[in-house]
């Protein structure tokens, strides 16, 4: 177990790429700190996403690398920082964490037990903080912004930023794309870049395995920071996606920072009456909706319905992807 050769260094582990590791003591759990586990007991994830994106077979007494972090799904765990070496896999991106509750239709957690830190060379042991992306200064002028935010998980936020991604793309603009909020993984990241992104920035360059738990002031800091990075990078659009839903109380508490933030924001929903909910919700915060989307636009009959007890245009992901994002420029303030 000493041997960290064989270690699998998960996709939350990706700053870490060419140093020299060594394993140190382990501390009281803390979100953020790097630690080496053992595999005990597969489970649900049965793999592991590495620092470069790809799914790696796990087996049992494999070596991992990953971070102490909480999670916060409603369709897969909830889970918070361990008390002790024995604990579960969150995400195949390599929070670790004890699983508290899970939806029905997951498997249990696959299980862990810490070995020690993650040390560099002096046997210092190791934090995302320390692997934190140095600030960039103020953007002037500020990109252009546009914010999806969703009723609930799984309603097409990702899919939703990347029609618009696409869109923009396609109009020779320069976009940068941003996840401000969620769970350490890199899938919607290569979403992100396959539409075109021409930067890609998340929480995790900002020091935060999964960002359930951590204070409602950094996560804001830490998304106009992202705003920051991508003009940083180049890009003068930029899409920033805020993950859960909207009843998910630090996705709630951002809201109030949008008015200020965004230029334009976009709900996906699954229905309807999802449709109707988040414009309640997101009317009480001060923030105006310029459209709605997701998976509520996949049906023809839903979409009407939506647009008929809102009064808010539906746009398919195809249709953002095909010219209807760049109405979102020309209706927003800004424009």
């Known amino acids: 177990m000493r041997d960290l050769s064989q270690a699998k260094l998960s996709f939350v582990t ?26 005990e007991l597969l ?15 796990l087996y049992a007494g494999d070596l ?11 369709d897969f765990y909830e889970g918070y920082v361990p008390t002790g070496p024995h604990t579960h896999l969150l995400t195949a991106g390599g929070v670790i964490g004890t699983v508290a509750s899970s939806h029905v239709r997951r498997a249990p957690p696959t299980q862990l037990e810490v070995v020690g830190a993650v040390a560099d060379s002096d046997g210092v042991p190791m934090t995302l903080a320390d692997l934190t992306r140095p600030t960039s200064p103020v953007a002037s002028p500020r990109p ?10 799984n309603a097409g936020k990702t899919t939703t930023a990347a029609g618009i991604i696409r869109g923009w793309a396609r109009a020779g603009l320069r976009v ?25 920035v998340d929480f995790l360059d900002f020091g935060m395995p999964s960002t359930f738990g951590y204070p409602t002031a950094q996560l804001v800091s830490t998304m106009h920071r992202i705003r920051d990075a991508l003009a940083a990078d180049g890009a003068t659009h930029v899409v920033i996606e805020i993950a859960d839903g909207l009843l998910q109380s630090q996705t709630h508490e951002l809201l109030a920072a949008l008015p200020e933030f965004a230029d334009s924001v976009l709900v ?18 001060g ?28 746009a398919t992901p195809d249709d953002l992807a095909r010219g209807a994002a760049l109405d979102l420029l020309r209706t927003a303030q800004w424009a």
Do not use: I
């Not at 991992?64 to 409603?74: C, K, L, P």
């Not at 252009?144 to 998980?153: E, L, Q, R």
């Open 14 to 39: 990706r700053g870490l790429g060419g140093r020299d590791l060594t394993l140190g003591v382990a501390r009281q759990p803390t979100q953020g700190d790097l630690v080496f586990a053992r595999v």
């Open 43 to 57: 489970g649900q994830h049965r793999a592991l996403e590495d620092r470069h994106g790809r799914r790696v077979r």
């Open 64 to 74: 991992v690398a990953g971070a102490y972090g909480s999670r916060y799904a409603t």
């Open 144 to 153: 252009a912004t546009v914010v999806v935010v969703g009723s609930s998980m």
């Open 176 to 200: 940068g794309a941003g996840k401000a909020t969620g769970s350490g993984s890199g899938k919607d990241r290569w979403v992100y870049a396959d539409a075109g992104a021409h930067a890609v």
């Open 268 to 285: 996906a929903v699954g229905d309807a009456l999802s449709a109707v909910g988040a414009q309640s919700v997101l009317a009480a915060a």
């Open 287 to 314: 923030v105006r909706v310029s459209a709605l989307s997701g998976l509520v636009s996949a049906s023809p009959l839903a979409a009407r319905e939506a647009e008929a007890a809102t009064g808010l245009p539906v």
